[in-house]
């Protein structure tokens, strides 16, 4: 049996994480991508909870950089970057219930070598960018490409890493803004965060009726920071069910796999995005789990885990988990 | 002659900075308030460069925060606060010009005691907050209400402050996003800046066709940070000259008045913002003033000025600026 | 074979990683425990590269916490927290050279419950403090006793957590500063990194004439971030072989174990230490594992990963590390 | 009458502000100058609360850099930077009291061109420094030297600049610690904000017995930040009133002259130096003025100023003040 009808989604979602419908989200279907989560584009999709939906997603570049040539100053238009898929509408989904994705599985979709990363002027986290301003010279743009398949990533003639495929960008629409797929925020959007991955089921807040999801920008692998502010970008094949949960209020992201359960926090500075992660898990471990909030506190002084996403979006993005070993005893 | 002539708006806008027909933008011409910034809404106006409005400003809270016993957390209805008047059209500007915006006066509206602060809960500068998120206990709810003339601003009965208005809220629409109005950003925004205030003009990068120039949050006085993050907000009447310059490519807003110039930066941390303006007023300086660029950082090592706006919205904001009378010799 | 005979250490050290005299630096030796890092102080011993020491350390409370009752704000006399062993006086250590501190083991030191954590007023990460100073209320102070065994960590009745001890406080003396033990800095000090454990070899700069190595402040575990501020606090014995590396230049500290190579970094804000360790694991790649520059910031893009040591002491600490048989192909 | 008078020196002190003995301090009698702010040097002087010390203080770089040929990486001998005179024991200051300096003149010392500026690799608020650790290229190391009298700084032919100099580096010993010169911190250092000018008195918390009071590094003149992280740096003739208030307890920095009162943060990142500024005067307020503290929350959001001393030492300092005629009512 697995773990999934032990979780959140399993117990409290109104499909109970029962497989629904499947949905092509193909690029016909899609037509237009997206480069904001908000309320005023038009559903492509109206799904059911329970449903599944199989989207072709584009990489973060739209598809346009497609040798080690194609430098992104000059390919790339601002801001219509980092596309999405989507809206998908969920039926019954309002303000105030939850939103859980179940993401089944993610797959290289295009001919090889389907992934690239890139150095873009004024972008990443070890140089000077638009918001830490500097005036030192820039470095030199440059361009990777990268064999990816389901067996491993070519980083390079020498060196071979694990595929650890997850989404970069998934989330809801804000209530009455639309704000740009670039940005990581309560609502989801670009967390970059490695956990977003196959097996893992993540919570939503619903800010706007239907929900809105959006997603795209998946990575074949990805550091911790995503360091230079591009990952192993890659166009993909994804699978995700979707479930809802009605009448959870939660501020931020929520995530659960086998082994942990996981708060997600996006600021800046980097210590706001750990400080949201870590409060909204001792508040989530003193309604659920029987803690009093200081004996959260505690046991995530001693027990607790961070991952950070990115380091290079407009907010940096951090997971706080616990092991459910540790709270289930 | 009035420094207006010597000004930038003044040499190179398409109105020469002469004024032009005046438009009432009352409540009953504006309708519906707005609470994003973006190119989602159609203008209630649609004006010629050297135009101007006259405007009937909410207050931030949308005026329903009658008495001190009208407490923030049952009145307000977020994300629903900080109504903008616009956004008004302006003919002939695309993305790559500038928007001036001249303001010639900021009179408060409406009964006395007609200004009013509060502390909100997860809101402010010196308390826990939802991005700097803490376990500690928050500190009571309170309002306070203020009369306000263009005489003073009666904080108490012991203690009276000089009336010293300017718009917290001004700029132009984003090209795709439609951003929060809480918010500053580099087409302006919420940026809580005093120096934003009668005599000034302000610069903003257009990024959308027509600009859709928005503006609201008068107060009528504000020390350095906006420090509990409500400022003495009033009701206005506030009458603005808007011009064009075509073709001034600029990343984020400018303003200059009789004694000097001035970037404006917003972005968290706090140093990042100053990074902003800093880096953008060293490259004025070496575009427009005859200075090299390590000659013109020198220079604002020496002799730079630093305006904090706010401490508190979403992003905080810095205004740099040097005396003209330095630049000018 | 050990993997140490592959180790910096053991390749490069003057002793190669052999074990030579072992040093009985038990409380009697010590007398006097110090609150600063620096050079001012008399070496407790003088040993030679290889040496091991088997150090009594106190917990960071200097053993005044006794019981649930004993309140920090009364027991506590600052700034006499933090209690170190040392300075050690390493015989050849020059400036210019780094000092190799493998650490055998470490065992918990006196009577149960052995363990100390507390709530300490103006102090943790998830409340206001001395440096993100807000007027909130505080929290309650509150003091917890573990018992803690080689066999776990007894958190509460109901949860039993792994014994996972590390080394909270560990480095060398700067050059003319005595810094307060209570900060991490690219000395070492107070990083509070759990990865600082029995088995890794961590390398610092030699800033000082036989460099005077200190340690202290064990931890039976920790979460990542060491969020309240106080983690499982253990009196120890401590057992560490200590060597030396002649003329190798680093900037900041540096571990090794079995599975990967890390670079340490201690700054505010957060990004800031993240900044650091990322920038120095790009140049050790770029100098000893046949990468450039550039290539190696792709590749910490794809594959780095992040430990947060702690984010609550003076400086926060990050690891920032990459798998050896990622770089070792 | 001096506004002096009505001071906290004027009302509280020892010596109630009155001039005592005058003490040359000189490099013949300083002798070696200092780095460190810390209680491990012997007192070159010590005098009584009251009395006068006309100090010959070096500029920050210990006199080296004479032409703009010597660039500081090969000048300059790390950590020998920003050396101080002192330490000065003060009779009768014990932990717990404040010390009062109160600044009569600055005056430049030496040939022309007396000031020194310049550009340090890995050092400065507008590029990749040894904290914000980044991956650019450095820009050009360089070093300029200016003209400075009384009546003005020759910042170039062109631009001539106001002669407002102050003490850049002033402050007391930590009780324990030995920090070098470069840092600000509660004992004051390296606050390098330009309100710390003659006519102004600054108060220090005594932290050890006989306070030790240590000063240097003055400035012909400072913009707000000391932007490339180097003033106009100058030797001096430097002439200050110390005097002593038993018991006032104190966290950090204050001042205050004819027009304000000031408190003084040093942090990071720097929004944390505005908040340890905002919430010290806070307090201020509520102790000393009649304001409850949520009145005094009020005041500040509406009348509160901001100075930005430094935003590039290891510590960034901000000057948060209210103008004595606002609370005085």
Same mark, same amino acid.
């Given at each position: 049996m697995s773990w999934i009808t032990q979780s959140y989604m399993g117990k409290k979602a109104v499909a109970r994480g029962k497989a629904g419908k499947s949905h092509n989200l193909n690029k016909a279907v899609q037509g237009d991508y997206h480069y904001v989560y908000g309320p005023y584009a038009k559903p492509v999709l109206t799904i059911d909870p329970g449903d599944i939906i199989v989207a072709e997603t584009e990489d973060a570049f739209g598809? /346009?950089? @497609?040798? /080690?040539? +194609?430098l992104p100053s000059q390919k790339l238009n601002m801001p219509f970057v980092n596309p999405q898929c989507g809206p998908v509408a969920v039926t019954? !989904?309002?303000? =105030?219930d939850v939103l859980c994705v179940h993401i089944h599985s993610i797959k290289p979709r295009g001919p090889q070598p389907v992934g690239t990363s890139a150095l873009i002027?004024?972008?990443?986290? *070890?140089v000077s960018n638009?918001?830490? %301003?500097? &005036?030192n010279p820039p470095l030199p743009e440059r361009v990777m490409k990268y064999e990816v398949t389901e067996d491993g990533v070519k980083f390079s003639d020498r060196v071979m890493l694990p595929y650890e495929p997850f989404i970069g960008t998934l989330g809801v629409s804000p209530e009455i803004e639309a704000v740009s797929s670039l940005q990581p925020d309560y609502w989801g959007g670009? $967390? +970059? &965060?490695?956990? /977003? !991955?196959?097996g893992a089921v993540i919570y939503f807040p619903v *800010?706007? @009726? +239907? %929900?809105?999801l959006y997603l795209g920008d998946c990575h074949g692998r990805q550091g911790d920071g995503e360091l230079c502010g591009v990952a192993v970008e890659i166009p993909s094949t994804t699978t995700v069910q979707v479930d809802l949960i009605k009448n959870w209020q939660i501020a931020w992201p929520r995530l659960e796999n086998e082994d942990f359960i996981m708060t997600i926090g996006s600021a800046r500075p980097l210590e706001d995005a750990a400080r949201i992660a870590y409060r909204e898990l001792t508040r989530w471990l003193a309604s659920?789990? =029987?803690?009093?909030e200081l004996e959260a506190y505690f046991l995530l002084t001693q027990a607790g885990k961070v991952r950070l996403?990115? $380091? /290079?979006?407009?907010k940096y993005t951090i997971g706080a988990s616990i092991k459910k070993s540790y709270i289930n005893q």
């Open positions: 598809g /346009v950089i @497609k040798t /080690v040539d +194609d019954g !989904a309002e303000k =105030g002027p004024e972008f990443g986290g *070890l638009s918001s830490t %301003a500097l &005036l670009n $967390m +970059d &965060l490695p956990d /977003v !991955a196959p *800010l706007h @009726k +239907d %929900a809105y659920d789990y =029987g803690f009093d996403g990115n $380091m /290079v979006d407009p």
